[in-house]
């Protein structure tokens, strides 16, 4: 949920305990809720890659391939463990919260990425807004693709899952502006890329004139694209995405190289997620309770120098 | 004597097939009665309508004279029928006394099942037809003839005032034959009406008190088999005279094709009532026929399976010589390709596809010899097939037509034809004539004493004693695996083979002259 | 009559190979259980794995594949499959978390409801294939299509969320219950229910006539017929019970998680299969028992486990789980009777 | 043995009924088509369904599916199942990518190494079912979870994009022309590619003598085996043509997204199995046709067309492909022969 928590600042109770300072050696969950998302997969990549300059840290990896109960069980058993940090970054808020809790008691720092848990029994909380994201992508939509208005489609992810409900209704607020601006159709992608091409297929074949396709992300984007190609109507509308993953197969290239006209980071935090850590547990720190990063809008201007800062050795 | 059962007028057609038409039969309270016809004459299916089996057909039946109309076998058992059906219906899984009982569990109090009163309930009854075997077995570890013992005794313990039996006896050895006999002759005493359909002549004198034979679905006659020979039973139920059962071989053979010398294979993971060849010594030449005879058990299935390499993994000592070569024999491929061919003892569950074709069939074991490179010429294996059925005398309609809607002798035959088609220097077969009817015993006798004529060597395992004594040059007696006697057929008889299958001479009279 | 005492066989032969077989997969869930001590982490001198409060975890985490298991023996015994059983959960907890909180209904009229659906929806599947004829595959992967169907439309694709209480929008306090732990805080209520489940289960197979014809049926169905046992309600009920377990376990999943979401149990299917065939239960029916799906089910839990303890990498996970069923199955061979 | 399938006689006479059950699969396909041209929504008076560029559409969305189901129907045949297909596509579909573009291999070495992997994998599936005696089932259950496992592994969890050109890190030109269209831009290669395939198949059924080995191991196995029918040859040697199908649809798959995911194909063997089944196949083994998997795979297809062209609900969707699955096996019971 994207219920706002009250910023409290301070650090809990319990991380100062765990600190030993530089000479400590520690253990770290961290609890992926399904890494078949390659925006997840990224996220634990990041992670690893932060990790490898701190010596001290040592990270566990855990993928709960999109089962509440199965990330339930992952970090019950990082509690048996005695990890001294919890990264989680959960499939669904309220089915974690009650494990996530249990550790947090139990004294092992947690710090929450992307989706909040409910409560405020975790240490800090790094994500994005989804609602945000969507307003953005709205309003670039309404204010720079379409200022004389158009049509258009939306391909959403899978029908249950929080962030499609999120992506689609700061989107509707984003385009409120524009009233000239509509969205015809909408199909649901699953977050697939070839489901976002056959839904595209479709799509296309029942609407004569789309000038936008807004996805809920950049694989679904990628597909509809090549939907249109198939039929040689990519050049007539615009595509855009979100995610920007800074991969090959990511949102950022497709930009880079024309296929999506704009696309809208949404951080993994993965870096963000260490260097809290290090604060916590090296630093005998405190952090900020909640931290919500910026989304970064991704277009042709600024997408190769941005994949290239976010991949600094090539 | 009120006429227990009157079955009236009835017809059943399957598509193209007319199996009963406008059949009248009667059953008395306490009387054997015997259904006589060639395969596919219609005696099964004029028992499954009695016995609820089958729902749909013409005509009426009359139970003690008030008219009725089953809607399932349930019905039927609740009227006082019980059925022992030709092919054994039992559930491997559940042991002896689960399926004695199945259906009708005994109960405790409190509702559920008084398995101890069953097991009980369960020895009784098998002891009294003979058959010592533990009701806690599973049924799937029994041979076939225990296994019909138990659809036997399962169906006595329905205390039916209908027993129809279905060729009960097919799997059976005469000691078995013999007790089940009495056990017959106790029920006809307390009343019971009974209908015996048997292949084999020689019992329908011995048991039945009256006969009919029916023939294309019709009744073609009924008689007290009593007063007539077997030859003419056979007549009537074949619509013209078979002169002699038996072809007597010409005892014309030739060189040793096959020698085995003691035998023996040690299952690397034994089951429960298997007998593997335990030292088993024998010889067939090229053109004779070699029985091999035993009771129950004896060994015979198990050594034609080791011979054509599909008994289950062991270690195999002793040696088996084709023509004088030493062979390991590896599973059917191997075997085949060396010219050995096998005819298993249960052709529905080990023989045929029964929803396949009658072509498919009986060509797959010869497929190679259709075209070339892997493509079948269909012109050919249609000509091949088409060949052997009419060799066989094969009674079907169309080569297209489903194998599972023939006759049970007719299915044997295609098994038959199937392997003859490989052109083996060797058949093994076991039990090939079990339900076929006479006309076509007499086919497959023939056939058999062409096919030796011609120089092929033959091994034949049967529970029919005149099979042996008439068929084959040479019986060999198996007894626990082991080969204990060897007679010529010239002078030796039945009474012969059952003492050395036996192990002693004290039922030597009881089942000497048939 | 002749005596025949002389031909009574002998079963004592067989007996300790064949008891040994009969228990093959206690065995196996104690090899693992051993490997597993081995195997497990140590902590300032403790093993982790046999920690009282990780074995509860072990099997809490099991509890629910366990459950639909237990339901899947019995499809499978009568020679079927339930393919359905992971969406029946989805629709099982959705429901049970919109009747609670939605339209704050109380606590046994939601689960009497949510018990009631699962048992119809097997039900009808159990009348498509006995009655009509079809697959039970083909019925159930259907019905996975259409259970997923009704609980995301039923929970307006959302996954629900269960707050207790009293108040409006709130579940009953007695529900929270369910998902607790009991006999001073060690062993989760749902290990209670899953044991319960399947001890009855266990002792229903063992003393009913219903479970002689339900082997009977899946063993030789035509026999079956013939003998008299009703072979078309025998089915029918079967899926029944294995939907209403199914849905059980989908309440023991939304108070565990405290929350009923649309796409919960998503191939848990699979994992209840593998468990019935890891514990002995031939996919041709007619052979099998709870007991040793019960044991199927705690092996793979503690697999799971070990290889979650150890941090094996998720990737190398699922090639060991893929490697480790396909060699239980293999031992499944072994036995003396195919 | 194809005489049990499919197959005119024309040289005896059959009833009108047994000829349309026979082809009961076309009709049943005719039927949808006709249904989509009725529901298909209008644009301009034209019917949007008919159009030439979205029955393009419709082929080339389920080719995959297509060829997939073609080996399926072959695993069907002999009795068995294969669930590890959709892993497989996805193996195959990273393997061509990091080949291509990560390894720079040509295309030719590429597309043989993948498809060699996909035989392979297939083949030793095929082992442990024929040799080992393994259940299908558990087997490629397993075999799932493995190829799932190596595809991740290989990928590094992350699709990998397909970019073309001669540069390093780029994949040759002439693997994007799979993906294109041809005859006047109107058929999809792919299309070529799945009909290519249903053809040979449904020769190679015809004709060969190893298929009548098939049918014969599907229709009875231990016949087929006393017989003198290389059993466990033709096991290995179907699970082994079901791999490479998969790994044909993998290639086919990445070309067509330009990107091998490893998560691509999840779910793709339940399509497939129900193209088959819907198509005429039973689950049983022995009986059935590759033309009628053909006919299921296109009728699959068209009702997911009509569905999306009329913009039906999603979660609606699934309720009405339930119980299009259910009809359709409903139909095969009415045939004359069970
Ligand atoms: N289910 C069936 N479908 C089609 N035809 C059948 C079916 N059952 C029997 N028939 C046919 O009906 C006829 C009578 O068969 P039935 O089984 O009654 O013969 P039978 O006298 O018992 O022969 P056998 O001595 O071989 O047992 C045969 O021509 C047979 O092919
Ligand atoms: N416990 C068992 N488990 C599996 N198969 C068995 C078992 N007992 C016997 N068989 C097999 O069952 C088949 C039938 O045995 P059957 O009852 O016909 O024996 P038989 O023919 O009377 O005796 P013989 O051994 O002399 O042939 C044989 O193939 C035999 O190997
Ligand atoms: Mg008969
Ligand atoms: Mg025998």
Redesign the interface.
């Known amino acids: 949920g994207t219920t706002n928590e009250r910023a409290s600042g301070g650090a809990s109770p319990g991380a100062s305990k765990s600190c030993k300072g530089t000479d400590g050696k520690y253990t770290i969950g961290m609890s992926q809720a399904n890494v078949a998302e390659p925006y997840r997969q990224r996220m634990d990549d990041d992670i690893k890659a932060a990790a490898k300059d701190v010596p001290q840290f040592d990270v566990k990896f855990a993928d709960a391939a999109q089962d509440n109960a199965k990330q339930v069980a992952d970090v019950e058993n990082y509690i048996t463990q005695q990890i001294d940090l919890l990264i989680i970054s959960p499939n669904e808020a309220k089915p974690l919260t009650s494990v996530v809790k249990k550790a947090y008691d139990k004294g092992i720092p947690v710090i929450v990425l992307d989706r909040k848990v409910e409560g405020d029994a975790y240490t800090g909380f790094i994500g994005g807004d989804n609602v945000q994201i969507g307003r953005e992508a709205g309003k670039y939509i309404a204010e720079k693709l379409l200022p004389q208005g158009g049509n258009v489609v939306e391909l959403k992810g899978l029908a249950g899952a929080t962030p499609q409900a999120e992506r689609h209704e700061g989107f509707v607020e984003g385009i409120k502006g524009n009233p000239k601006v509509k969205v015809i159709a909408a199909a649901s992608g699953d977050w697939l890329r070839e489901k976002g091409q056959s839904q595209m297929d479709a799509l296309l074949k029942a609407n004569p004139k789309i000038d936008v396709v807004y996805s809920h992300n950049d694989p679904m984007a990628e597909g509809a694209y090549l939907a249109a190609k198939a039929v040689g109507r990519e050049k007539e509308m615009k595509f855009t995405g979100i995610d920007a993953l800074p991969i090959p197969s990511g949102g950022i290239k497709a930009v880079e190289q024309g296929r999506l006209s704009a696309t809208f980071t949404y951080p993994t935090n993965g870096k963000e997620a260490i260097a809290a850590a290090k604060k916590i547990l090296v630093d005998c720190g405190t952090i900020e309770k909640t931290q919500t990063l910026p989304t970064r809008l991704i277009d042709a201007s600024n997408a190769a120098k941005i994949y290239a800062e976010e991949n600094p050795t090539g | 004597m009120a006429d227990l059962v009157r079955m009236a007028a009835i017809g059943k057609r399957y598509g193209g097939v007319q199996a009963c038409h406008e059949v009248d039969f009667v059953l008395g309270a306490g009387e054997v009665h015997a259904l006589l016809g060639e395969n596919g004459a219609g005696k099964s299916t004029l028992m499954k309508i009695l016995s609820g089996d089958i729902t749909e057909y013409a005509g009426s039946i009359a139970i003690n004279g008030t008219p009725v109309r089953f809607s399932g076998p349930t019905d039927a058992q609740a009227a006082g029928i019980a059925m022992i059906h030709q092919e054994l219906d039992l559930v491997p899984g559940l042991s002896v006394a689960d399926n004695i009982f199945l259906g009708r569990e005994l109960r405790t109090t409190v509702r559920t099942v008084d398995r101890r009163r069953m097991e009980r309930e369960a020895r009784e009854l098998l002891d009294r037809s003979g058959v010592g075997l533990d009701p806690r077995r599973p049924v799937g570890e029994l041979r076939v003839g225990e296994q019909q013992l138990v659809t036997i005794a399962k169906a006595i313990s329905l205390d039916a005032r209908v027993l129809i039996m279905d060729e009960p006896t097919s799997a059976l050895t005469s000691s078995e034959v013999e007790r089940l006999f009495d056990v017959i002759r106790e029920l006809r005493n307390s009343g019971v009406g009974i209908v015996y359909i048997s292949h084999r002549m020689e019992e329908i004198a011995k048991v039945a008190d009256r006969a009919t034979v029916l023939r294309n679905g019709k009744i073609v006659t009924s008689f007290d088999p009593r007063k007539l020979s077997t030859a003419e039973v056979v007549e009537a139920m074949v619509g013209r005279p078979v002169q002699t059962m038996f072809t007597t071989p010409d005892s014309d053979t030739g060189d040793e094709l096959l020698r085995v010398e003691n035998l023996k294979l040690k299952a690397r993971r034994p089951r429960p009532g298997r007998r593997d060849p335990d030292g088993i010594s024998l010889t067939v030449r090229s053109g004779e026929i070699v029985g091999l005879a035993g009771l129950l058990g004896a060994g015979r299935t198990e050594l034609l399976e080791t011979l054509y390499g599909v008994a289950p993994g062991g270690i195999r000592t002793g040696r088996i010589l084709l023509q004088g070569r030493p062979i390991r024999p590896r599973g059917p491929r191997q075997v085949l390709a060396q010219g050995i061919g096998f005819v298993p003892e249960d052709r529905r569950a080990s023989g045929l596809v029964l929803f396949h074709s009658i072509l498919a069939n009986t060509v797959v074991s010869s497929l190679p010899s259709y075209g070339r490179l892997g493509v079948i010429a269909r012109r050919m294996e249609r000509t091949a097939s088409v060949r052997m059925a009419d060799r066989l005398r094969l009674k079907f309609g169309r080569l297209q037509d489903e194998v599972g809607t023939l006759s049970g002798g007719n299915q044997q035959k295609v098994v038959f034809g199937r392997m003859l088609l490989t052109e083996p220097k060797l058949l093994l077969l076991d039990e090939p004539t079990r339900g076929v009817d006479v006309g076509a015993k007499a086919e497959i006798y023939r056939l058999l004493g062409e096919l030796a004529a011609q120089g092929l060597g033959v091994l034949l395992a049967s529970s029919e004693l005149p099979e042996l004594v008439g068929v084959c040059d040479r019986v060999v007696v198996l007894r626990d695996g082991r080969d204990v006697a060897s007679f010529s057929t010239a002078d030796s008889g039945e009474g012969d083979l059952l003492a050395a299958a036996m192990g002693h001479g004290e039922m030597f009279d009881e089942v000497g002259g048939v | 009559?002749?005596d025949?005492?002389?031909?009574?066989?002998t079963?004592d032969?067989?007996s300790v190979a064949a008891t040994l077989f009969r228990f093959q997969s206690v065995f196996g869930l104690i090899a693992v259980f051993v490997a597993a001590i081995i195997f497990s982490?140590r902590?300032n001198g403790a093993i982790?794995f046999v920690?009282a409060?990780?074995l509860a975890?072990v099997v809490r985490?099991v509890s629910?594949i366990g459950i639909i298991a237990v339901g899947m023996t019995f499809v499978i015994l009568i020679g079927g499959i339930d393919?359905s059983v992971g969406a029946v959960l989805g629709l099982a907890a959705v429901g049970s978390a919109v009747l609670m909180v939605e339209n704050d209904w109380g606590f046994l009229p939601s689960v009497v409801l949510v018990l009631a659906i699962g048992l119809v929806f097997g039900a009808l599947q159990g009348v498509?294939t006995a009655m009509?004829?079809?697959?039970s595959?083909?019925?159930t992967?259907?019905?996975?299509?259409?259970a997923?169907?009704?609980a995301?439309?039923w929970?307006g694709?959302?996954?629900v969320?269960?707050a207790y209480g009293d108040g409006p929008k709130e579940a009953p306090t007695s529900f929270a219950l369910l998902g607790e732990r009991t006999f001073g805080g060690l062993v989760p209520i749902p290990v209670i229910i899953f044991a319960v489940v399947a001890i009855a289960a266990v002792v229903f197979l063992r003393?009913?006539?219903f479970?002689?014809?339900l082997?009977?049926v899946?063993?030789?169905e035509?026999?079956?017929?013939?003998?008299?046992?009703p072979v078309v309600r025998v089915k029918i009920a079967v899926f029944a019970i294995c939907g209403l377990l199914a849905s059980l376990a989908g309440i023991v999943?939304a108070v565990?998680?405290?929350?009923g979401?649309?796409?919960?149990g998503?191939?848990y299917e699979?994992d209840a299969?593998?468990a019935v065939?890891i514990g002995g239960t031939?996919?041709?029916g007619?052979?099998g028992s709870v007991a040793g799906t019960v044991a199927g089910a705690l092996l793979l839990g503690v697999l799971?486990?070990i290889l979650?303890?150890n941090?094996i990498?998720?990737?190398?996970?699922?090639?060991i789980?893929?490697?480790v069923?396909?060699a239980a199955?293999?031992l499944?061979?072994?036995r003396?009777?195919?």
């Open positions: 009559m002749t025949v005492q002389d031909k009574v066989v079963t032969k067989m982490p902590k982790l920690s409060d990780n975890n985490a629910e393919l498509a009509i004829g079809i697959q595959f083909i019925v992967l259907a019905g996975l299509q259409i997923r169907g009704l995301r439309i929970s694709g959302q996954g969320a269960i003393v009913s006539a479970s002689r014809h082997y009977a899946g063993g030789n035509k026999a079956a017929r013939l003998s008299g046992v999943h565990q998680l405290n929350q979401s649309p796409n919960d998503i191939g699979l299969i593998a065939v031939s996919l041709a007619g052979r799971n486990n979650a303890l941090n990498d998720s990737n190398i996970q699922l090639l789980k893929g490697l069923i396909v199955a293999a499944q061979r072994l003396p009777t195919s």
